[in-house]
């Protein structure tokens, strides 16, 4: 079956750069009609949806972050990265990477970190001089 794992460091310090990266197993990232995301879950609080890559390649991104994000992916590697510039403590949550499948709907759905039904078993993420 299809997983996903996060990797990347576990402490940040501010104002730096985040950078995550998702390797999935089991399946393609360039299959039709699956979009893989970025969710985050800040503590006390619930998930928040970062952004996603599509199977094409395409990217769209949660517009209160989105000067600060960016999703790439490697599709040798069958990999997808996320970078989050100018980090402040209010970036330290639990990162998950997630995939979901979207045909016919609009942008607003795929930006419900509910309507992602995989997940990696999240990281946690510290920002923290």
């Known amino acids: 079956q299809v997983q996903l794992q996060e990797s990347g460091p576990g402490l940040v310090k501010p104002s730096q750069t985040l950078s995550l990266t998702c390797t999935v197993s089991g399946g393609s990232i360039t299959t039709n009609y699956y979009y893989w995301s970025w969710i985050r879950q800040p503590p006390g609080t619930g998930l928040e949806w970062i952004g996603y890559i599509s199977y094409r390649g395409s990217t769209y991104y949660s517009p209160s972050l989105k000067s600060r994000t960016s999703i790439s992916r490697d599709t040798s590697k069958n990999q997808f990265t996320l970078q989050l510039s100018s980090v402040t403590p209010e970036d330290t949550g639990v990162y998950y990477c997630?995939?979901?499948?979207?045909?016919?709907?609009?942008?607003?759905?795929?930006?419900?970190?509910?309507?992602?039904?995989?997940r990696g078993q999240g990281t946690q993420v510290t920002v923290s001089s």
């Open positions: 997630a995939r979901g499948f979207f045909v016919g709907v609009a942008v607003e759905t795929m930006t419900d970190p509910s309507r992602y039904n995989l």
